[in-house]
């Protein structure tokens, strides 16, 4: 009992300072690597006002439940949650980053996360590699530009990303 309490409390003190670290690198990485970036001229307000079942809507869904707001220059990492089906808990956001390299979306910032990711939480190491393979198998979707699909259904992006026929409502026979 006392080591399952131990183990916790270690996970818990790994996971802050992984947190710690992001809080500290992510101005310093939108002030040197994402200059070039032209910030949404979408809000959550205007988000909420897509249709249903659409990016745009279920970005804003997905912002309201986790309560943030759009970081201007890193629209597409939220929207990567939202296709991607990943939570905002640590290991969640270091598997989407295994997601994203094996994706072929490289930079700094993944490359740098996931060894992090490896060195702070190896017994993830499965899940990590296995996210690595998840998303070099998907349709590569780096250079996508969100913004100019949030009218898009949510699902159908989905099936396209996992290469999955899409079906808007079931066959009626």
Do not use: C
Not at 120 to 138: C, D, S, V, Y
């Amino acid at each position: 009992m006392k080591t399952t309490l131990f183990l916790n409390r270690l996970f818990t003190l790994r996971e802050k300072l992984l947190i710690q670290l992001v809080e500290i690198t992510k101005p310093i990485y939108g002030r040197f690597f994402q200059k070039s970036k032209i910030p949404w001229k979408v809000n959550l307000k205007i988000l909420k006002k897509f249709p249903p079942k659409t990016l745009g809507n279920d970005l804003a869904l997905f912002l309201e439940k986790e309560g943030l707001s759009l970081m201007p220059k890193f629209e597409s990492h939220d929207v990567y949650h939202v296709l991607l089906k990943y939570k905002t808990t640590v290991v969640d956001e270091a598997r989407m980053q295994f997601f994203l390299m094996g994706n072929r979306k490289y930079s700094l910032y993944i490359i740098g996360t996931n060894v992090i990711a490896v060195l702070f939480l190896p017994e993830h190491i499965k899940a990590f590699i296995k996210e690595f393979w998840r998303g070099r198998k998907a349709l590569p979707i780096a250079q996508w530009n969100f913004e100019h699909l949030l009218n898009e259904p949510t699902k159908a992006l989905q099936n396209l990303i996992f290469k999955r026929p899409y079906q808007d409502k079931p066959f009626a026979f």
